[in-house]
């Protein structure tokens, strides 16, 4: 019998659990590279006015949060884009996903845990029948209990509505450990927490890739975030997994008419 590959590991560890974890999907220098793009960006993200501490979010201010990455760097329009990334994307979307948003968020030490959430729940109601959205996390420091890695419940993809949700929910949380350039892979379904940084001197940074099902209206209007140079820019590819173009909730409509017409064809033969 052959073995599972990588990926059919990963695979079967996002269907048990809702979480995977696929190592070295960006070597040191361009993880470093990233990094330095995702400081840049913050920078120039506070230069424009905005403010990387979001209280609604966040207890404290010690979890730095950068949006708009796809405006801010050339950088992240590559990355979102990154074909290790869309190999799990449409393993659990499907080929048929948008771009819904792409957020940073850097814990420094000190930095405090957010609420307990699924990101699918932020985006459709209940009940949550399929994986809807998804996340792909870049890790851009070595991540880890200590340092504030994602705290996620596993199996929680599997709850379709919040009267799902054992006692005490927080109690049953595990943080994943990933090394700098590796990317964790999670149902939008599951519940998670940003974790709690307790260190002294060590950063955490995260990149969040969050894709959705395309009749699924994106976290954010790509048309107001993203300049009119930046989208002269952008490939054609990026451009449709944006949602820029005239069209939009038009492709379930298109082919249950196809399937119409050719079943009327079929039964005029």
Same mark, same amino acid.
């Given at each position: 019998?052959?073995?599972?590959?990588?990926?059919? $590991?990963?695979?079967?560890?996002?269907?048990? /659990? *809702? =979480?995977?974890?696929?190592?070295? +999907?960006?070597?040191?220098?361009?993880?470093?590279?990233? $990094?330095?793009?995702?400081?840049?960006?913050?920078?120039?993200?506070?230069?424009?006015?905005?403010?990387?501490?979001?209280?609604?979010?966040?207890?404290?201010?010690?979890?730095?949060? +950068?949006?708009?990455?796809?405006? !801010?760097?050339?950088?992240?329009?590559?990355?979102?884009?990154?074909?290790?990334?869309?190999?799990?994307?449409? /393993?659990?979307?499907?080929?048929?996903?948008?771009?819904?948003?792409?957020?940073?968020?850097?814990?420094?030490? *000190?930095?405090?845990?957010?609420? !307990? @959430?699924?990101?699918?729940?932020?985006?459709?109601?209940?009940?949550?029948?399929?994986?809807?959205?998804?996340?792909?996390?870049?890790?851009?420091?070595?991540?880890?209990?200590?340092?504030?890695? /994602? &705290?996620?419940?596993?199996?929680?993809?599997?709850?379709?509505? /919040?009267?799902?949700?054992?006692?005490?929910? !927080?109690?049953?949380? +595990?943080?994943?450990?990933?090394?700098?350039?590796?990317?964790?892979?999670?149902?939008?379904?599951?519940? @998670?927490?940003?974790?709690?940084? =307790?260190?002294?001197?060590?950063?955490?940074?995260?990149?969040?890739?969050?894709?959705?099902?395309?009749?699924?209206?994106?976290?954010?209007?790509?048309?107001?975030?993203?300049?009119?140079?930046?989208? &002269?820019?952008?490939?054609?590819?990026?451009?449709? $997994?944006?949602?820029?173009?005239?069209?939009?909730?038009?492709?379930?409509? *298109?082919?249950?008419?196809?399937?119409?017409?050719? $079943?009327?064809?079929?039964?005029?033969?």
């Amino acid at each position: 019998m052959t073995a599972p590959s990588a990926f059919d $590991r990963a695979c079967n560890a996002l269907e048990e /659990t *809702g =979480v995977c974890i696929v190592p070295d +999907v960006l070597d040191r220098s361009e993880t470093s590279r990233v $990094r330095e793009a995702l400081l840049t960006s913050a920078e120039a993200f506070r230069r424009n006015g905005a403010s990387t501490y979001m209280p609604e979010l966040d207890p404290n201010d010690r979890n730095v949060r +950068v949006f708009a990455l796809l405006e !801010l760097h050339a950088t992240f329009r590559d990355l979102i884009l990154n074909a290790v990334a869309l190999r799990y994307v449409r /393993t659990l979307l499907g080929e048929h996903f948008m771009i819904s948003n792409f957020t940073a968020n850097i814990a420094l030490p *000190g930095s405090s845990s957010m609420a !307990l @959430h699924s990101d699918q729940a932020l985006v459709a109601p209940e009940p949550w029948l399929a994986p809807w959205s998804m996340n792909v996390i870049w890790c851009l420091d070595d991540t880890h209990e200590a340092n504030g890695a /994602t &705290r996620y419940i596993p199996g929680s993809h599997r709850y379709c509505s /919040t009267a799902d949700l054992p006692p005490r929910p !927080l109690e049953r949380t +595990v943080p994943f450990v990933a090394s700098a350039g590796s990317i964790v892979v999670m149902d939008g379904r599951v519940w @998670h927490t940003s974790g709690a940084n =307790v260190t002294k001197d060590e950063e955490r940074a995260l990149l969040f890739g969050y894709y959705s099902a395309d009749f699924l209206r994106p976290q954010v209007n790509w048309n107001v975030i993203l300049s009119a140079e930046t989208q &002269r820019g952008l490939s054609a590819e990026l451009h449709r $997994r944006l949602g820029l173009g005239p069209g939009a909730n038009v492709r379930i409509g *298109g082919e249950t008419l196809a399937k119409r017409h050719e $079943r009327k064809a079929s039964s005029d033969a």
